[in-house]
Nanobody
């Protein structure tokens, strides 16, 4: 599976962006897809996930209610709609995928074998 993240950019506080993760090589439907982010000098952290098959969604406390992860109509697309953006959301955002991720480890980077290249989101104050 090869992942391509896109949609990052510069936005003002309170603005919105939609990130996209496109996959090639395998059908996305059997993979748990997650978004992580990494701010300068910080560890990569979990943002949101959509589980394979049942499509349940999960969010970190810091983005719940502002971000929405969804699978696209195109079978190999996943989106992250980000609303009410804050300066602390500034980071490189990565999409990740794995066919064997279990719920108890869904927030852990080591649970994913496939990663996109990252897209930079900058929120100005």
């Amino acid at each position: 599976v090869q992942l391509q993240a896109s949609g990052g950019g510069l936005v003002q506080t309170g603005g919105s962006l939609r990130l996209a993760c496109a996959a090639s090589g395998r059908s996305f439907s059997q993979y748990t897809i997650s978004w992580f982010r990494q701010a300068p000098g910080k560890e990569r952290e979990f943002v949101a996930a959509v589980r394979r098959s049942i499509s349940s969604t999960y969010y970190s406390d810091s983005v719940r209610g502002r971000f929405t992860i969804s699978r696209g109509n195109a079978i190999n697309m996943v989106y992250l709609q980000m609303n009410s953006l804050k300066p602390e959301d500034t980071a490189v955002y990565y999409c990740a995928a794995d066919a064997h991720t279990i719920l108890s480890s869904i927030t852990m980077t080591q649970s994913y074998n496939y990663w996109g290249q990252g897209t930079l989101v900058t929120v100005s104050s």
